[in-house]
């Protein structure tokens, strides 16, 4: 066939052959649906309805952007193009009509050059470029952790002061290995992917016990769009067992306004959902692993709990171990939803899913779009302490904005991040780590959702 190998390598043999149909964004537009969809990447139009099944991303964050220009989420999530870029080939079947705009649904096509511009910047500062002895420091200090932790307690005995000192060194580790797994699932570490994934899998599974596919089909739709996440089923389940268990408290409340008024339920929230959404999402992510048939992934996971419990049942026999790796959860919990609150707290959730990558990145990272009413909360300030504390997601827009690039070179890109929003006069805001968490306070009063929206973050 006339498309075989030489089909589009050497331009000069391009005039010999069918000249490639073109299309416009109208008819484009029509194909978003689930048995039919097409993207355009690069002005070129791709038909991705058999291969969204295979996608190594899983296939609802591609299918999220049927019928759109997908340029930039396309260059934000892959790290090797050339790579990727043979699994392309086969899908193409056109382009974009000369005539027609690069953007989609007149999005702000300004913005979008400058932001590629600036992409080039970054890659041209090699910022996309790993230190290898970053994240070696960093898989160092949470093994040194476990191993402090056993050797508390081999050498102080398990009395309640070595036990609570144990647990928050525990909760410590375990936090840390939440951020460093979500560098290789980011694929932010190694060149090649192949190797994050592999690393991957041990960090998640062997030093956390979760699922590696688990979290990359929630966290990636939650980069894609952040602002439309809630389309996803679980999440609907999840509000059933949440609301249906807590909404009644609510309610109670406000029925019995002649009682004395009570300080209780304000305390409830942190401690409530912070026990059972950790239970409740062990159970998840071990029942989906069984249903998907995902035996990689559970032999990770069994290893972990193997190791924690030949660790801790010489200590605190079967049921002592049980409830203290609850009560470390219950400690990580508390760290892992005030860093992602403190830069994902919750907004007016954006119905307008049309918009180019910068500014729905923006408005996800934490409405920083001035709207009136959203609260403008940004990054957390840059200090060794906060980038520890919250694995440099207080490098929030700068982290979904370059969801590969590797941490410890946010800093670098956020002054140009910092210009571009002021010349297209979107707000970017900076605030103390103190002034953050205090900012979380008054909203973690108000609902167990939040913790909800914090997990689903991970």
């Not at 002034?435 to 991970?458: E, F, N, P, V």
């Amino acid at each position: 066939g006339s498309m075989g190998k030489g089909g589009n390598q050497d331009e000069g043999a391009t005039e010999l052959e069918a000249p490639m149909p073109t299309f416009r964004w109208e008819e484009i537009q029509k194909h978003n649906l689930r048995t039919d969809k097409w993207l355009v990447i690069d002005r070129k139009v791709y038909n991705i309805t058999k291969w969204s099944s295979r996608h190594p991303g899983g296939q609802r964050v591609i299918g999220h952007y049927a019928g759109e220009d997908a340029t930039d989420a396309f260059l934000a999530f892959h790290r090797n193009l050339d790579f990727v870029r043979k699994f392309m080939k086969p899908l193409l079947i056109g382009e974009l009509a000369p005539e027609e705009p690069s953007q989609d649904r007149g999005k702000n096509s300004q913005i979008t050059e400058d932001f590629r511009a600036l992409r080039k910047t970054a890659e041209d500062m090699n910022l996309f470029k790993s230190n290898q002895l970053f994240f070696l420091l960093h898989l160092a200090h949470i093994i040194a952790m476990e191993s402090i932790a056993w050797f508390t307690l081999f050498y102080f005995g398990n009395g309640w002061i070595p036990t609570i000192i144990t647990a928050f060194v525990l909760a410590t580790s375990q936090a840390q290995a939440g951020w460093l797994q979500h560098d290789y699932g980011h694929l932010s570490v190694y060149k090649k992917s192949m190797w994050n994934h592999i690393v991957h899998k041990f960090v998640i599974g062997h030093l956390k016990g979760a699922s590696a596919n688990w979290w990359n089909h929630r966290h990636f739709q939650h980069h894609a769009k952040p602002n439309i996440f809630h389309k996803d089923p679980d999440v609907n389940m999840l509000h059933v067992f949440v609301l249906g268990e807590w909404q009644p408290i609510e309610y109670g409340k406000k029925k019995l306004k002649y009682l004395p008024y009570n300080h209780q339920h304000e305390y409830f929230f942190l401690i409530g959902p912070p026990l059972l959404i950790p239970l409740y999402f062990q159970y998840q992510i071990i029942m989906t692993m069984i249903v998907r048939k995902d035996w990689v992934d559970l032999a990770w996971a069994i290893s972990y709990y193997t190791r924690f419990f030949i660790t801790y049942i010489p200590f605190y026999g079967v049921l002592g171990s049980i409830l203290f790796l609850n009560f470390i959860r219950f400690l990580e919990s508390h760290w892992f939803v005030w860093v992602t609150q403190m830069n994902h707290i919750v907004m007016e959730i954006d119905r307008e899913p049309y918009r180019d990558w910068l500014s729905s990145q923006e408005r996800a990272s934490a409405g920083c779009r001035g709207a009136p009413r959203s609260p403008a909360t940004c990054n957390v300030e840059q200090s060794f302490f906060n980038d520890w504390f919250s694995g440099h997601l207080n490098f929030q827009i700068e982290h979904h904005l370059f969801p590969t690039m590797p941490r410890h070179n946010l800093h670098k890109i956020a002054p140009l991040v910092r210009s571009l929003c002021a010349k297209h006069g979107i707000e970017y805001q900076e605030k103390p780590l103190l002034r953050a968490l205090q900012d979380i306070i008054g909203s973690l009063r108000k609902s167990g959702q939040l913790w909800l929206d914090a997990y689903l973050h991970k």
